[in-house]
């Protein structure tokens, strides 16, 4: 099924998770919707600024695929309404600040990004009405012995 002209729900729903734990990924008619719409604001000019494919890494997250990644129990991922992507050769900090000055969404987020790495980490995504446009930049830190996910405000390089 086609969500906009560059985008095809395939590329939200595959799951190296789900297919391993055989888990059911898919989507309902409201995060279909979802889908649709953070295609067409936010993805779709995305591709056409680039004129280049946008890798999905991570886009719908069943509730099962959700609790399986341990992932967080308000993920905009479950509701259909985020991405986590790549597009080949293009830095992610630079997209990142092409979208803060561009853009609307709910949150952008710049994750676990090196400078001088220009391949490292991902672009996080989330549209939603009424959107935030907040931005954050997720890095890894080591407290106490542990590894641990902080978040900043803003998109720092």
Known sequence: MKLSPNFHLSEFTQSQTATRLMLDNTPGPAEIAA???LCEKVLEPVRENYNRPVLISSGYRSPAVNRAIRGSRSSQHAKGEAADFEIAGIDNLRICQWMERRL???QLILEFYERGVPASG???????????????TAKRVVRNGRRRTVYQNGIVG
Do not use: A, G
């Not at 991902?122 to 954050?136: G, I, K």
């Open 104 to 106: 609307n969404y709910d």
């Open 35 to 37: 889908l649709k719409l």
């Open 122 to 136: 991902w672009v996080h995504v989330s549209y939603r009405e009424p959107y935030r446009n907040q931005e954050l």
